[in-house]
């Protein structure tokens, strides 16, 4: 069939043909409302195409933009066969090497869909890819789109207008390149130290996490989904923090949850607030509830993606959601990539096959299934009756009304050149630089010889360790070792312990936060010969007790380039951070903790809301980034 044509009805209203049938239907029509045009379409589609709209795929792009015809490394098929033999009409991608790339594959791809019976236009959705962490089962690096902090340096930052000014950047470069739906925000909260997931959330403050998911919302969504938008899927449905010992819910030894503190209702209220602010989708967890009791009821110990009493009793019918339900990746089938497998996520049920868990999911109540292809076993499961239609319908209602809110039935297309110009420009990464500066976290500044190591003096000697010494030198003298300095900067990672078993298991720091007792040796070795200023890289909490006893001056910072880092310790654009997550005192404090309600007070070395908040006054004669952009500024003006 060839590509829709843009044709004039009698009337000259300008439409897509995307039936080529030489008629403006009524889903055609721009003028009709979303809720008609989705009606409409619902009732010419056929089976298969309904099907197909109820399953997300991971997709890779070809080189050079184009359109894969073969499995990559991480998709399972050929785009032409799953976009017109299977019709799925959503992808999630990962990696993209450039904004026009990006966009001409965009193009490309949304042509070959118009070549389907309807021209159902294609969702391209996206985990975060603005900040730091590439790990393809949470987030990428940014690639060439512009650099932010990670969502727990938004928080850290606690300025909803920055949060809210990162959400709108970001939708328009995803918007650029054909993103329109982001599997974010992940509004989880952080109370369990050891979880690997935390970089990616808003912190462990229910308050705080839902002030963010404010802003994030409105800034990828507007007011209502529109042409303009971003949807956003809100993850992960009712709270994944509390994940048991810390282990997280992808692998089979983190399957479960558990709610000594009895705060479920406390990990529900971000979701809450996403619901009020129009969510255009809701991600529940792997996680399975272990004991959690609701209203009375006993709740089923199977995974989230799987409950019923959790999707359709509590969001759908107690919480009033209507929106769509897509659940997270692989709940269905094992994942083999090379010689590794990820199992299916079938916590709790295990033993049912394929479709017995495909069923226990359309019994949940959710609508699409996430990282999977099988249009088959649900082709199965409604020709044996085992699925109604009118099942099918209703989550084909659910997925195809967002399209037509975004306005992708009218216009999927979007223009190479501008995609290179505004992905990544000048003026979003310099406003990324600065957040990320402001988001530093200072939570020791001890006096040494009657000063305190921040600001950073000019014309110091100084020797780094895990910082580029290229930048350090503007900021100094970069001399070899500790005895030649007068001032040492190093920069370290939040503690793990490594595992490699599991696809994808490399990736995820796990386990203990203690720091191994070589690294704390080789910093007191630099501390007794120099002034030491230490930053810890934080993708979770760590064990900070013997850093406060060896470091002058201690800052944490959650997703911050080296650069950013330096301007903030010399003052040039001053640190504001105050901690998202409590930092605890011992490892036998985070043993003890109870997972869904975070630190108690007595093993808590740092609580939330902690920093020493450092602002231009504190740093005599240094004039800020703002300070000299105002100068600037105003001798532009008495210039001309």
Known sequence: ????????????????????????????????????????LLQRLSLPEKIGLMFQTVIEVGPDGAVLEAPGKISKSGTSDVVLGKHLTHFNVHGLSSARSAARWNNALQRLAAKSPHGIPVTISTDPRHAFVENSGVSFAEGPFSKWPDAMGLAALDDPETTLRFADIAREEYRAVGIRAALHPQVDLATEPRWCRQLQTFGSDSRRVSVHTTAYLKGFQGDELGSDSVSCVTKHFPGGGPQKDGEDAHFPYGREQVYPGEAFENHLAPFETAIA???????????????????????????????????????????????????????????????QVLPARAWGVEHLDARGRMLKILEAGCDQFG????????????????????????SARRILLVKFQLGLFDDPFVDELYADLIVGDARHNAEGERAQSRSVVVVENHETAGATL????????????????????????????????????????????????????????????????????????IASQVPLVVDVQLDRAAVLTPLTRIAGT???????????????????????????????????????????????????????????????????????????????????????
């Open 1 to 40: 069939m060839p590509s829709p044509e843009t044709r004039h009805a009698p009337d000259g209203t300008l439409y897509r043909d995307l039936n080529s049938n030489g008629v403006m239907d009524v889903y055609e029509d721009p003028r009709r409302s979303p809720h008609e045009r989705t009606e409409d």
């Open 277 to 339: 602010h129009g969510t255009a989708g809701i991600m529940p967890y792997y996680g399975m509830p272990i004991g959690l009791t609701l209203d009375g009821e006993p709740i089923e110990e199977v995974g989230f993606g799987y409950n019923r009493q959790i999707v359709q009793i509590l969001l759908r019918e107690r919480l009033g959601y209507d929106g769509v339900v897509v659940t997270d990746w692989e709940l269905v089938n094992d994942n083999h990539v090379g010689d």
């Open 371 to 394: 990282g999977e292809e099988c249009v088959e076993l649900l082709t199965e499961l409604v020709d044996q009756g085992l699925v109604a239609e009118e099942r099918i319908d209703q």
């Open 454 to 525: 921040l600001p950073l003096q000019p014309k110091q000697r100084i020797y780094v360790d895990g910082i580029d010494p290229r930048l350090a030198a503007r900021y100094g003298h970069v001399v070899a070792t500790p005895a030649e300095a007068d001032i040492a900067l190093v920069r370290i990672g939040a503690p793990f312990e490594p595992r490699d078993d599991l696809f994808l298991e490399s990736y995820f720091h796990q386990g203990g936060l203690e720091f191994r007792p070589g690294l704390i040796y080789a910093l007191e070795t």
């Open 554 to 640: 201690l800052t944490v910072t959650f997703g911050v380039s080296d650069e950013a880092l330096l301007k903030a310790w010399s003052g040039e654009v001053p640190p504001e951070g105050k901690l998202p997550i409590a930092i605890p005192r011992s490892m036998d404090d985070v043993r003890a903790v109870a997972s869904d309600a975070g630190l108690t007070e007595s093993a808590t070395l740092y609580p939330v809301g902690h920093g020493l908040h450092l602002g231009s006054t504190d740093f005599p004669g240094r004039q800020t980034e703002g300070e000299r952009d105002t100068q600037s500024a105003l001798a532009g003006k008495t210039s001309a």
